[in-house]
């Protein structure tokens, strides 16, 4: 994750100081830092629901402070992305291609499809959600789970030997996986004649779909690229040095006024 350093000399906001004012100044820098941080952090989970056009409200709660410290004479506080996440993927990672311009992170989700060979070699690039067949925003994270056991790309962490009580994961036919050009894949005639009698004797486009009485409802779009976002798409370091710079010069001159 890319980082910058802003440093601040009361003395260019302020000129010239006065005793008292030598007095004040390590406490009123130290309130006007931590407003600013404070502030800053509000800031950037506010743009980052204005820039991006999906977001969840773990990603939005990911702009991070620290409070100010005292190092030898100067005073230090730092506004960061959440670098862990006790289940999926830390939103420092994901969020760093939007900011760098680099190709879109590759999750757990799009790891565990590489290492079954869904995606990779032969096979497609990337899966990507198919949000206009559920006309949500995002897709539910417990979506991603099911959707691997059921296409059976969980089964080697599965318990085995006499304590796998389980004969069956309850999404385990549920959900299929139909690889990109299915019709010509050598020895892949049983597979696209199961997804034919599951979707009404027609084979759909590349992608993971849910198995409906109806027919087939996709869920995940197999693409054959990686997707890129343009840099820019959120500037962090930017939002956040322009942001933090103005408050705490403001803040500064207030709590030296009190």
Do not use: C
């Amino acid at each position: 994750m890319a980082t910058a350093q802003i440093t601040f000399d009361p003395k260019e906001i302020l000129g010239k100081i006065d005793e008292l004012e030598k007095t004040l100044l390590p406490r009123a820098a130290n309130n006007a830092l931590h407003k600013a941080v404070f502030e800053t952090s509000k800031e950037l989970s506010k743009r980052a629901g204005q820039d991006f056009a999906h977001t969840v409200p773990f990603t939005l709660k990911s702009f991070l402070y620290r409070k100010p410290k005292s190092i030898g004479e100067q005073i230090e506080a730092s506004v960061f992305i959440r670098d862990d996440a006790p289940k999926g993927n830390a939103p420092a990672d994901y969020l760093s291609p939007p900011m760098t311009g680099s190709l879109a992170y590759r999750t757990r989700f799009q790891r565990r499809l590489e290492r079954k060979g869904i995606l990779g070699g032969e096979m497609d690039k990337y899966m990507m959600p198919a949000l206009q067949s559920t006309n949500r925003s995002h897709l539910k994270k417990g979506e991603y789970t099911r959707a691997l056991w059921g296409i059976r790309a969980m089964e080697d962490i599965r318990v085995q030997g006499s304590m796998n009580t389980k004969r069956g994961y309850k999404t385990s036919g549920k959900y299929i996986w139909v690889p990109p050009n299915l019709s010509g894949l050598v020895g892949a005639e049983s597979h696209a004649s199961l997804v034919r009698s599951l979707n009404k004797g027609k084979l759909p486009k590349a992608g993971i779909y849910k198995v409906l009485k109806s027919g087939l409802r996709q869920k995940f779009i197999s693409l054959d690229y990686i997707p890129k976002t343009p840099k820019g798409k959120f500037d962090f370091l930017a939002i956040a040095e322009d942001t933090v710079g103005d408050i705490f010069e403001t803040e500064l001159i207030k709590n030296l006024k009190r």
